[in-house]
């Protein structure tokens, strides 16, 4: 029998703790959450419009759904708060936005408080001129490195790999095969994350767990199978998410990053549009940009 050695990495790794957060995540919203989102709308008599679905809320009815709930409700001032009757629906969707899995929480006149990533505070501290992968993605790893923050997007920025942080930051957006036959393989699975993105990313695995009772392996040596095998850099292809707006023009133009294949190879394109393009968008058009 053959021994192979395989490494997991931090681009392994933090693909892996994407797709496992991801499948995770919407499992809560499909149910639990949505639920509260639905209770909410109706306490405030807000009725979900039509809008761009965003990140993964496109795959199915129930994350659209919620996807639509949600920004309806965020759209809310806080001064609302005063008017639900479901007191329980509203402490758990501020409990959830409010969490550390998406990085620093600002409190604003919202009935939700807005987030702040190390992505998002690159992009505060850019000029929109100097706006690119390569300047964004240094200034978000200067961002995280100078700070505790733990969310998803912070551990991608920490290894300042693009293409790992457009994943990821589009798992966020609402709060940013074929088998060929061979011989027996034995794996040997070598743990190479860095020990900074590891020790951030086991108390992101802590809170997501406690939050919503549930069992997002820890980040060790001992897992790196569990890691390696979750992560699926064939997936990525079509993820797209706006970051950033430049509201000097009419219509406002929205800043992207995306993820296509080039060469077998997935690679980060930037791209502006006065449309606000989403994965399904992007998908369903091949790739145009």
């Known amino acids: 029998m053959e ?14 703790l994407d797709e496992l957060y991801r499948e995770a995540m919407k499992r809560h919203e499909r149910a639990e959450l949505l639920e509260c989102a639905k209770t909410l709308c109706a306490d405030l008599q807000v009725i979900p419009t039509e809008r761009p679905v965003e990140g993964y809320y496109g795959e199915d009815a129930e994350l659209t759904e919620y996807f639509l709930h949600m920004r309806a409700l965020q759209d809310q001032p806080g001064a609302r708060a005063r008017e639900v009757r ?5 402490e758990r969707l501020r409990e959830v936005t409010s969490s550390r899995l998406y990085g620093r929480r600002l409190l604003g006149e919202g009935l939700f408080p807005a ?8 992009f505060e501290a850019t000029p929109m001129g100097e706006w690119s992968i390569e300047n964004l993605t240094s200034r978000a790893y200067e961002i995280a490195s100078d700070g505790d923050d733990y969310s998803l997007v912070a551990l991608a920025a920490l290894a300042r790999d693009p293409l790992v942080l457009t994943a990821l930051r589009e798992s966020v957006v609402l709060y940013a095969g074929v088998v060929f036959g061979a011989a027996p393989v034995e794996k040997d699975y070598v743990w190479e994350v860095d020990p900074e993105i590891a020790a951030r990313a086991a108390k992101f695995v802590d809170t997501f767990n ?5 069992s997002l392996p820890s980040p060790i040596a001992d897992n790196a199978r569990i890691y390696h095998n979750a992560a699926r850099p064939w997936n990525l292809e079509g993820r797209c998410v706006r970051i950033g707006i430049d509201d000097s023009t009419i219509p406002n133009r929205h800043y992207h990053w995306a993820i296509k294949y080039a060469s077998y190879n997935p690679v980060v394109v930037e791209f502006w549009d006065t449309a606000i393009w989403t994965s399904d968008r992007y998908g369903a058009s091949r790739f145009p940009q």
Request: charge should be negative; glycine fraction near 6%.
């Open 115 to 122: 987030g702040m990533d190390a992505l998002s505070e690159a």
């Open 210 to 214: 406690a939050l919503f009772n549930d």
């Open 86 to 90: 479901e007191r329980a629906a509203l």
């Open 3 to 16: 021994r192979h050695t395989v490494r997991v990495d931090n681009q392994t790794f933090l693909l892996g």
